[in-house]
């Protein structure tokens, strides 16, 4: 449950971010069909950490959103 709480905080968005914006940015520099591939996986926490919500919460029983999960912390 501590991966979770730390997804739900200001930090964790901010991770989520970041690797997105990472995993983007090196998918675009390669540029074959891996790094196609590596922007579209890096477009996942992106979105997930804009729009907070934890793609993990829900297999350790905690909620999908991270507002709802923060009150939990």
Known sequence: MGFTKLMATPLGRLVRIVAGIVLIGIGIYA????GVVLGV???VPLLAGIFNVCLF???FGAPFSGAR???QV
């Open 57 to 59: 919460a829900p297999l």
């Open 41 to 43: 996986v890096g477009a």
């Open 69 to 71: 999960l923060r009150p």
């Open 31 to 34: 540029g074959t069909t891996w």
